[in-house]
């Protein structure tokens, strides 16, 4: 019992340090996001209050090297800020500039596809490599019940309600779109906001922006255990950076 003090002692004190330099704000946090996810954004000189009257359906690429679609999640105490990649998921956008209110993005993620701490996800990242070991703990961990429940909710779904030009302009000069929508994650819907810069030509889309959620509007606590000294904060960035092509026909 003697020897046990010292050691809880000591990893209070850590845990202290570590909260103490991860005391940033949701806000601050927010500029530590990796976005964009690619230094490109190709598509014509078309805006989408430049396309002529008509509906267009445009799917999403989820080829690896052409769209990057993630995840972060920062720690609160001591362990790894986490990157979590999509490699299995599939989207699609139509709308018609003429009335781009009744817009309609849809996007379904395979919970089993989610891969966690990717070597090129953390180098783009800035965060440091993790063994396969931890990977592979790490995936165990936010598959479980008390995370994403992977055995009873194998989906993330977002589906629109409208969209609306917000009058900005993107990193890449084109103009954001504020999509309105639901996003249904371990089998509880809550409205969320995605802004959207997005590039499109008659053939081709590129659309980008960053989701900001929490594990609480779903429902759930961030995983946690050592009584907190190893913690994720509460808020979830998904970062969208997608490609994608026109439906022929359509």
């Not at 003697?2 to 850590?14: E, K, N, S």
């Not at 063994?131 to 961990?141: A, G």
């Not at 989906?155 to 103009?175: D, M, N, R, V």
């Not at 008659?202 to 759930?220: K, N, P, Q, Y």
Request: proline residues 4%.
């Amino acid at each position: 019992m003697q020897r046990r003090f010292p050691l809880l002692a000591t990893a209070t004190l850590l845990g202290a340090v570590s909260l103490s330099a991860c005391g940033t704000t949701p806000a601050e946090d927010r500029q530590r996001v990796t976005f964009p996810a690619r230094s490109d954004f190709p598509v014509g000189s078309l805006g989408l209050e430049t396309l002529p009257s008509g509906s267009r359906t445009f799917t999403f690429d989820p080829n690896l090297d052409n769209s990057h679609l993630f995840v972060q999640v920062f720690s609160a105490s001591l362990g790894h800020d986490h990157v979590v990649r999509a490699t299995s998921w599939w989207g699609s956008m139509r709308f018609d500039p003429a009335s781009l209110d009744v817009c309609e993005v849809s996007v379904t993620v395979d919970v089993e596809g989610l891969d966690p701490e990717r070597d090129e996800m953390r180098d783009l990242t800035g965060m440091d490599r993790v063994s396969r070991s931890d990977r592979d703990t790490i995936r165990e961990h936010f598959r479980g019940e008390d995370q994403l429940d992977f055995e009873h909710h194998e989906a993330i779904e977002f589906t629109s309600k409208a969209c609306a030009l917000t009058g900005q302009k993107g990193e890449g000069g084109y103009p954001v779109v504020e999509v309105t929508g639901d996003m249904t994650l371990r089998g509880v819907t809550h409205e969320v906001r995605l802004p959207l810069e997005v590039a499109v030509d008659e053939e081709r889309i590129a659309a980008r922006g960053v989701l900001t959620t929490r594990h609480s509007d779903f429902g759930f606590e961030p995983f946690s255990m050592v009584g907190g000294l190893f913690k994720n904060k509460d808020e979830l960035y998904f970062v969208i950076d997608v490609r994608g092509t026109r439906v022929a026909g359509k």
